[in-house]
């Protein structure tokens, strides 16, 4: 593969540009009400596939509050209800320091292809910028899927014309990979930073 041939770089956002855990929002709100466990809201929430829903844009905010609300009586008002949910992240400088070098190279289209819902998305991009550089976006709830479903690979594919042989996607979950890679993308998955950092010093020696 000549170094001509990778023109894209996909970037995920969860846990490859940014850290996150949903569990600081189970257990916040947990903590918040005192009357349930943080497994048992967690397992309702895990059971009935409403951060999918949520991601997917099947759910609004508002709504998946108000499910919540129903089934475990809660008092919490809506607005810190989303300030928990919205306290999940930390940063990842490393990645960061990457993002900003392979946009300032100009040698690469950049993309973010992220399952992230509408609450999460504009507070990324106000705490953590370096997101928003990344022009040209295909953010799950905007097209009722999620990945690993084919669908919205598909649909970034056809949005910026992009060829999955000329493009180099960077993920943390296995299963977006498998996909990615079954459609023709050369894929890392995200782990150890320095691990992205040897991996593509390595593709652009090949080229």
Not at 102 to 125: A, E, Q, R
């Amino acid at each position: 593969m000549s170094r001509k041939e990778i023109k894209n770089i996909i970037f995920d956002l969860g846990n490859t540009l940014v850290f996150f855990d949903h569990n600081y929002f189970f257990s916040g709100i947990a903590s918040y009400e005192k009357r349930f466990s943080t497994n048992a809201f967690r397992g309702y929430i895990v059971e009935h596939r409403l951060m999918e829903k949520l991601g997917s844009g099947h759910l609004t905010g508002k709504e998946f509050y108000k499910i919540l609300k129903k089934e475990f009586k809660l008092t919490i008002s809506y607005k810190r209800f989303v300030k928990i949910y919205r306290d999940i992240f930390w940063a990842n400088k490393p990645m960061e320091k990457f993002l900003k070098k392979i946009i300032k190279s100009k040698k690469f289209n950049v993309y973010l292809l992220s399952n992230t819902d509408h609450l999460h998305i504009p507070y990324l991009y106000k705490i953590y910028p370096h997101i928003d550089l990344i022009k040209n976006k295909v953010i799950s709830y905007r097209t009722g899927h999620i990945k690993p479903d084919k669908e919205i690979y598909e649909h970034i594919f056809e949005k910026y014309g992009i060829d999955p042989k000329e493009s180099y996607f960077i993920d943390d979950m296995p299963d977006n990979i498998k996909i990615g890679k079954k459609l023709g993308l050369t894929t890392h998955l995200y782990t150890y930073h320095d691990d992205l950092e040897k991996e593509f010093k390595l593709l652009l020696k090949k080229s």
